[in-house]
């Protein structure tokens, strides 16, 4: 982690950061401003959030590939565990669970550590599922039974098996990159968080000041066409001035990976916004609000992550 | 939110069990370390409606539908109010084994109850009232065992009969949620999914209250509580 790049984008993230707590710091001073003070107190909540996920990750970063894969891990299942305490099972349905929280989760994330592609792309999505199936038919209760395994299979996918592949890109071999600093894996980890956190922000900035058509006002009454348009073109500029940091890509190529990011983080939203409104915000809502909300901050990573691996895979031509 | 009760303070006289300096410090490290797993598996978030947490004498009802509820409101207790609370609990359950009496008598310092074989010379009721004496806090489920269908029972009268001996002490509903997806009746893996206990602001017996009325008014404080 000593070059020069990996200083420059770190350099550059906490300067960036710095500069937003100061200006939002300045705002709550100061309300006579004309801001909507909802809207500052909302920015300054996403700092914090940030300042957490940067030092979390520097530590992880700094600990080496098997830290950050255990990092992941236990988000993972912090957000598998939200997803599941909100949406609804039933009593036939907990040996499974039992099995998918403390066998399938954590093995899945040892797969991803040992760096076996070839078992982890389908351990979830194919066998966990086919466990799932078989384990509820054996406990016997039929009711809902497809609608209550797809709950779990839609949890473990978006939540564990998903996000998964943001660690995973430490483990891709790139070509010219010196196989034993994997400074520059880190660099391209860093670029997709740091490409959708601000995807996530240009989406509200853009929404917010031209902001028309919604996109679904059932499901999400912020979330308009102008916010994902301006957000894709916005993450897709960034990525190519940031094209440097990202080892394989070339500047368009980078721009490419910026733009489906954006949209990708941005179905990601959508998709948790409607699971949050069927259920109705204030079954589990107030309950996950008080843990936080790790599948709030992570939604958007989750949809975005394996795209991006899969770019990756693409563009460097390499097997992982 | 001042009752008669208000002037006991945590350095209270200890009770039984608090003899020895050395099994005393292992369960306190027992209790501490399990409190803190309680927590985590069951990701209980905690919240006092217009109440506080205080050492004075409580008695906290709950609705039962798990075996981890009372192992969960202890552990949400801060560590003072923890140790001045007794769980109320099952004999025929927890004094089965070598570990399970353990916990119960020296870790949770439970009150255990024979459910199957209750004397009139031997209430309930008059067990516990004698071993809280007049400093510690009892935790107790009215409905008398764990909920099938998830849905509060009718509460049993031990809970009037407790307001009416001791007037003076608090009685505060509190409700938990989602525990019973965590743990159900009949299962013994848990599965870790979040919980929510929530204290309510405490009641006592009104002057010439029916039963009825009572243990209804007491049922609904806890129900009013699932917001």
Known sequence: MNDIRTIALITGVLTLLTAATAVGQFLKRHPDRGLDPAAVNTFNLRLRGWWIMCTVLAAAFWLGTTATVVLFGLVSFWALREFITLTPTRKGDHRALFWVFFLFTPLHYVLVGLNRYDIFSVFLPVYATLFVLARVAFAGDYKRFLERTAKIQAGLVVCVYCLSFAPALLQIQIAGAAPAGRSANFRLLFFLILLVQFADCMQYVWSRMLGRRLVAPTVSSNRTWEGLLGSATSTALLAAVLWWAAPPFEPWQAALAGFVIAIMGFAGGMTMSAIKRDRGVKDYGTLVVGHGGVLDRIDSMCFAAPVFYHITLLVAGAAP | ?227
Request: aromatic share 8%; charged share 20%.
């Open chain 2, 1 to 227: 939110m001042l009752s008669p009760a208000d002037s006991h303070q945590p350095s209270a006289p200890p009770l039984a069990g608090n003899a020895a300096a050395g099994p005393t410090a292992l369960c306190r490290a027992a209790g501490l370390s399990l409190a803190a797993l309680a927590r985590l598996l069951s990701g209980a978030s905690v919240r006092w409606v217009a109440s506080q947490p205080d050492t004075c004498q409580r008695v906290y009802f709950a609705n039962h539908t798990s075996h981890l509820d009372a192992i969960v409101i202890w552990s949400s207790l801060p560590q003072a109010v923890r140790e001045l609370t007794r769980p109320v609990a099952a004999k025929d359950y927890w004094s089965r084994g070598v570990v399970r009496r353990w916990l119960a008598q020296e870790v949770f310092n439970a009150i255990l109850i024979d459910r199957t074989d209750i004397k009139v010379h031997q209430s309930p009721v008059d067990l516990m009232l004698r071993e809280v004496g007049s400093t510690k806090s009892l935790i107790v489920f009215p409905e008398g065992s764990r909920s099938v269908t998830g849905e509060i029972g009718e509460f049993k009268s031990g809970l009037y009969y407790l307001a009416k001996k001791r007037p003076e002490i608090e009685l505060v509903p509190v409700h938990i949620d989602n525990l019973n997806r965590v743990l159900p009746r009949g299962e013994f893996l848990p599965v870790p999914l979040l919980s929510c206990i929530s204290f309510g602001p405490p009641l006592w017996l009104e002057r010439g209250e029916a039963k009825l009325d009572f243990l209804d008014r007491a049922r609904r404080a806890v129900i009013a509580l699932k917001e």
